[in-house]
């Protein structure tokens, strides 16, 4: 399965060509960038040329004051469509597919009127999605790293994809928040299955780089093999020291899905 580089955690103390670079180097073809918003669309789109990389993930932009996404906070419905807009426009001139759509934050006592919010707003989004030939994706968040987000389990976020049914819609899993949360990451990719857009993995403890001897981590990946995801699988993750001395993984990755156990 395809691996993208998240720079903005494998590189967060490097300016962003500097982080394509490594990338590049290291071996990757595909990158996420979790907040592109510092260059303009255009000039990011000739950074990753020059780089030969190609952009598959972007997150919608924080809100006005800092806020974790917008999607599910009511009373900020326009501010919602102009996060949306910016995240479109990069998509747009960088041929990015996919943009990771934050909830946000809502008060306890708004669970409710939230839920009401985000389904209205991603009724607003699909057809501006649809136009720019994206799918927006939604990514349970755990609660320890973030207290208050709106969603925490992926099946949350299943029953929030199933109610709205477009095809325009996907659930974008990530190992390290499902395991911090306690879950079995292969249950929840059975349960899930068949609204996963993109993966992230990371270790679950200092979100440091994914353990590919891990039975469990193993058998999740090659299940994701076996429905047959085409999507990508981010790297996701803090070097316990630098990127490149923390790319150990990246054969026994290889190894997993083109070795014998592939064909097992």
Known sequence: MKLSANLS???ADEILETAMREAKKHGFEAVEVLFPYAVTPDALAILLAYHRLQLVLVNTPLGPNGEKGLAAIPGCEDDFLRALERALDVCRATGCRLVHV???QPAADQREAA?????????HAVPLARDAGVVLTLEALNRDDIPGYFYWQPRQVL?????LGSPQLGLQFDFYHTQ???LD???EINACADWI???QFAHPVGRHEPDLTDPGVRAALLRLRDIGFQGHVGAEYRPARTAAEGYGWLPQY?????GPEASS
């Open 159 to 163: 029953n929030i994809l199933q109610e």
């Open 180 to 182: 911090k949360e306690g």
């Open 115 to 123: 839920l009401d919010t985000l389904l209205q707003n991603l009724a």
């Open 197 to 199: 857009r993109h993966v």
């Open 254 to 258: 290889h190894k997993l899905l083109d």
């Open 9 to 11: 955690l494998l590189y």
């Open 185 to 187: 990451v292969l249950a």
């Open 102 to 104: 934050m909830a946000g």
